[in-house]
C-alpha cells in the first residue's frame, strides 16, 4: 500500500471553527489532492498540489484552503466550517501529473460539522 | 455540465454475466483515462487505465475508448458477488495534472 496517512480518522465539529485536516505521504509523490465525497457527486477535487507551495483550486474550493510546506505534507482547512463541509474528505497522491500515472488513495476522514 | 459524467445506477447484473459501465468527459484535451474501484466505507483502488482509442484487456476486465465520441467504458466479464462495488471513472484533462472524477456507477451482482 501507498504511504499515504490521514489524520484525524473522524472528526466532529461545530459550526463557525476552524478545522485542519493532515495529509502525510512518505512516497515523495510530487502531486497531492485533497477530495471530498458526497452521496450522489462522487469525488470533487477541491485543491491540489503540484510541488511545495504550488497549488491549484479544483471544482469545489470555495471555503477551503491548502498548504504544502514540505513535499510529505498536504493540509486541507476550513477556516470557518459550515454543515454543508459534512462530508468524507480523501487525500490522493500521484507520483507525477503526466496522462498514464494513477493516484492513491488515503482512508479518509470523516467530518461531521454540527 | 460536469466534466466526466456516469449513470450513477445502481446497475444491477446477475452472477456470471456482464457489466458495463460508461462514462462520458467533456475536455477533448483529455489524455487518460482510468477506472477505480471502490467498497462501501473503503478508499477507491485503481482497475486499470487507458490511454489510447481501443480496447484494453486485464483479466476479467476490459476498458473501452473512443475519444472521437468522448466515451470511455469498462467491462467485467463473468461477473461475481465480489464485484459488487462503485465504480468510479476519472479523467485527466490536458496537462494540469488534475484527475477529475465522475459520481461513480453502483454495481450490484445477484447470486
Known amino acids: 500500500d501507498a504511504g499515504i496517512t490521514q489524520s484525524p480518522r473522524h472528526k466532529v465539529t461545530e459550526t463557525g471553527t476552524p478545522v485542519t485536516l493532515r495529509c502525510h505521504q512518505t512516497?515523495?509523490?510530487?502531486?497531492m489532492y485533497w477530495y471530498r465525497q458526497d452521496p450522489g457527486h462522487g469525488l470533487r477535487l477541491i485543491h491540489y498540489?503540484?510541488?511545495?507551495?504550488?497549488?491549484d483550486k479544483g471544482e469545489v474550493s470555495d471555503g477551503y484552503s491548502v498548504s504544502r510546506s514540505k513535499t510529505e505534507d498536504f493540509l486541507l482547512t476550513l477556516e470557518s466550517a459550515t454543515s454543508s463541509q459534512t462530508s468524507v474528505y480523501f487525500c490522493?497522491?500521484?507520483?507525477?501529473?503526466?496522462?498514464?500515472?494513477?493516484?492513491?488513495f488515503g482512508q479518509g476522514t470523516r467530518l461531521t460539522v454540527v | 455540465q460536469k466534466e466526466v459524467e456516469q449513470n450513477s445506477g445502481p446497475l444491477s447484473v446477475p452472477e456470471g454475466a456482464i457489466a458495463s459501465l460508461n462514462c462520458t468527459y467533456s475536455d477533448r484535451g483529455s489524455q487518460s483515462f482510468f477506472w477505480y474501484r471502490q467498497y462501501s466505507g473503503k478508499s477507491p483502488e485503481l482497475i486499470m487505465f487507458i490511454y489510447s482509442n481501443g480496447d484494453k484487456e486485464d483479466g476479467r476486465f476490459t476498458a473501452q475508448l473512443n475519444k472521437a465520441s468522448q466515451y470511455v467504458s469498462l467491462l467485467i466479464r463473468d461477473s461475481q458477488p465480489s464485484d459488487s462495488a462503485t465504480y468510479l471513472c476519472?479523467?485527466?484533462?490536458?496537462?494540469?495534472?488534475?484527475?477529475?472524477f465522475g459520481q461513480g456507477t453502483t454495481l450490484q451482482v445477484k447470486p
Open positions: 498540489s503540484y510541488g511545495v507551495k504550488d497549488t
Open positions: 512516497e515523495n509523490h510530487r502531486y
Open positions: 490522493a497522491i500521484s507520483e507525477t501529473g503526466l496522462v498514464s500515472t494513477e493516484a492513491f
Open positions: 476519472a479523467v485527466r484533462p490536458g496537462n494540469t495534472g488534475k484527475l477529475i
